[in-house]
């Protein structure tokens, strides 16, 4: 059975995945904005972490830091801080992530990276400037790990950056080393997308090969 997918190339004779686990990562995957009533068992959050933190990252820094919302009174301290467009959703989905990231990720080196731990510790510990940019680079990295985890484990997300950072931070990150850089809503979809797929950029169009 061949991808069905509009490409100029023929995917199946590239790719070592089944084409199953190519529709469920890539191309069946859709934003959801409505949910079904399916729980996300904790056991599910931690196989979606267990893939998130294989891939990956500078140093092998792993800076994002999550925060499940599982409760309806979780919920409503975060949907002031998001777009009105997002709020319903976001109060009814079966799970929101907070995805954060630390920058306080170098001291934890010695774990991490430990070959390389003590000249990167003393190299970040004076630059609170380049260990934010490390990691919330890294971090974004790590969301995108996160997403195909999620989709990998048969849930539907819906990345979000239509946020008020601060007021999140305020909230649930006070006192802490971390900064928000994204909500996600995850669970089951509901009601099937009333849309077809928006455009995808060409090959041509989006690449130079030097």
């Given at each position: 059975?061949?991808?069905?997918?509009a490409?100029?190339?023929?995917?199946?004779?590239?790719?070592?995945?089944?084409?199953?686990?190519?529709s469920?990562?890539f191309?069946?995957?859709?934003?959801?904005?409505?949910?079904?009533?399916?729980?996300?068992?904790?056991?599910?959050?931690?196989?979606?972490?267990?893939?998130?933190?294989?891939?990956?990252?500078?140093?092998?820094?792993q800076?994002?830091?999550?925060?499940?919302?599982?409760?309806?009174?979780?919920?409503?301290?975060?949907?002031?801080?998001?777009?009105?467009?997002?709020?319903?959703?976001?109060?009814?989905?079966?799970?929101?992530?907070?995805?954060?990231?630390?920058?306080?990720?170098?001291?934890?080196?010695?774990?991490?990276?430990?070959?390389?731990?003590?000249?990167?510790?003393?190299?970040?510990?004076?630059?609170?400037?380049?260990?934010?940019?490390?990691?919330?680079?890294?971090?974004?990295?790590q969301?995108?790990?996160?997403?195909?985890?999620?989709?990998?484990?048969?849930?539907?997300?819906?990345?979000?950056?239509?946020?008020?950072?601060?007021?999140?931070?305020?909230e649930?990150?006070?006192?802490?080393?971390?900064?928000?850089?994204?909500?996600?809503?995850?669970?089951?979809?509901?009601?099937?997308?009333?849309?077809?797929?928006?455009?995808?950029?060409?090959?041509?169009?989006?690449?130079?090969?030097?």
């Amino acid at each position: 059975m061949s991808i069905a997918v509009a490409t100029e190339i023929d995917l199946n004779s590239q790719l070592v995945l089944d084409n199953e686990a190519v529709s469920t990562l890539f191309l069946d995957a859709r934003t959801a904005n409505s949910w079904s009533d399916e729980e996300i068992s904790d056991e599910t959050l931690q196989a979606i972490y267990e893939l998130t933190k294989m891939g990956p990252t500078a140093f092998n820094s792993q800076p994002l830091r999550l925060t499940w919302l599982r409760s309806a009174e979780s919920r409503e301290r975060l949907v002031p801080h998001l777009m009105d467009g997002n709020k319903e959703k976001t109060r009814t989905a079966p799970m929101v992530a907070i995805l954060s990231f630390t920058n306080e990720w170098h001291s934890l080196m010695p774990t991490t990276a430990p070959h390389m731990a003590g000249s990167l510790m003393e190299m970040f510990e004076g630059d609170l400037a380049g260990r934010n940019a490390m990691g919330s680079n890294n971090a974004h990295l790590q969301a995108g790990y996160f997403i195909m985890a999620a989709r990998a484990a048969g849930l539907t997300v819906g990345p979000m950056t239509g946020i008020n950072p601060a007021g999140i931070d305020a909230e649930f990150n006070a006192d802490s080393s971390h900064s928000v850089i994204m909500v996600v809503n995850l669970g089951k979809p509901g009601v099937p997308s009333d849309r077809d797929r928006l455009h995808r950029l060409d090959f041509d169009l989006a690449t130079v090969t030097l």
